[in-house]
């Protein structure tokens, strides 16, 4: 009587270390597909955090000519300004550059060519966001 009470208690024993490592096992299985959804959301979060930052940074520009004169000469320049802003605040002081200019040159073309903030970088795609933020802050 003794060996058999035994061997029924070993048998459900046996069940339930079974049913216990599927337990287990589904667990972790759970605990992974829920670790992985967590990281999603988190780069997520940082991905539009970012194109959020992005979206109020911009660039205040603005060009004019110069003329300098020596005795008989007169030398015209293009000078450019720009500076960074996030929202109404500015990150930068005005950078400026100046490069002499041909008569008859296009003057609003040759500021453009002169950029040194380009918009266009501020306005990239999601993948390049990370790439983008790391050229504009050197």
Request: proline share 2%; aromatic share 6%.
């Amino acid at each position: 009587m003794y060996v058999v009470m035994r061997s029924r208690m070993e048998v459900r024993l046996a069940r339930q270390r079974e049913e216990l490592a599927g337990l287990k096992a589904a667990l972790n299985v759970h605990k992974e597909h829920l670790d992985g959804t967590v990281r999603g959301a988190e780069e997520s979060a940082r991905s539009k955090a970012l194109e959020e930052l992005l979206a109020d940074l911009r660039v205040e520009e603005r060009h004019y000519t110069r003329e300098h004169k020596a005795l008989f000469m007169t030398r015209k320049s293009i000078v450019r300004q720009e500076r960074i802003y996030f929202r109404n605040i500015p990150l930068s002081n005005w950078v400026e550059q100046e490069m002499p200019v041909e008569e008859g040159a296009d003057i609003d073309k040759l500021a453009k060519t002169m950029a040194i903030f380009d918009a266009a970088l501020l306005l990239t795609e999601p993948e390049g966001l990370q790439k983008t933020a790391k050229r504009l802050l050197r």
